[in-house]
């Protein structure tokens, strides 16, 4: 269904432990960047927090992130969101986010990464997406009806939601929404006593590449391989 790209049965080490502290803490000082310093008056924020927190990242730590990129210190939030876009082996299309401060040194790095696919010109693979605004929550009431919550909100659709912080007992959903509408439906989801666990905004695959076992195994090796990149955002394939 064209999510982003997870990784999935690598043995964690201190390196990949740090890589991923690394990214937690760059998206909290995007997201005060862009939303404010108060968790509760931006969603994506919260978000971004509860994950670090969920990552043992150090409460200091976060403190400070937000702190950086609301610009409450003498530091400056310089990280720019670039995209990249192209085709993953077998002819899979793939976006990339990239949060850099130094677009000189992440764009040869990533054509590299991409000579085992092919990277693609700004809008080449983009219509194979929808980009999109996506709240994934837990509700604590398992009669909760959250279509009429999605309604309520001003969502677009609501899909099934399953994760591992979502263990038996919690209802659990994903919210589509307009990008525009993203923090509002938050908001109001909130308001409605869902845990808000992600209020991001996504690349969702319109169709999947269908792939054979070996052919799968060759795209998650070049899709793990852009993740680990410590400028690599969120990588987003359209494969099954």
Known sequence: MGAQWKQAGREANAQKKGQVVVKLVREIM????LGGPDPDLNARLA????????????RDTIERAIKKGAGLD???????????????????????????????????EIRK?????SLGQPGSVGFFFNHVGVVEATHTDSARDPEAD???AGAQEIEPFETDENPAGLKGARFITEIKDLDAVSKALKASGWNIL?????????????LSEAQG?????FLNALDDHDD????????K
């Open 30 to 33: 995007v997201a005060a960047k």
């Open 47 to 58: 978000a971004a927090v509860e994950k670090a927190k969920k990552a043992s990242v150090y």
């Open 74 to 108: 003498d530091e400056k939030v310089v990280y720019e969101l670039i995209t990249y876009e192209g085709f993953a082996p077998h002819k899979v299309p793939v976006i990339v986010e990239c949060l850099t401060d130094n677009r000189n040194r992440t764009a040869p």
């Open 113 to 117: 990464l991409f000579q085992a696919g």
């Open 150 to 152: 999605a309604i309520e």
């Open 198 to 210: 992600a209020a991001e905004i996504r690349y969702l695959a319109k169709n999947a590449t269908a």
């Open 217 to 221: 195994k060759e795209v998650a090796d």
């Open 232 to 239: 690599v955002h969120r990588v987003y394939a359209a494969m």
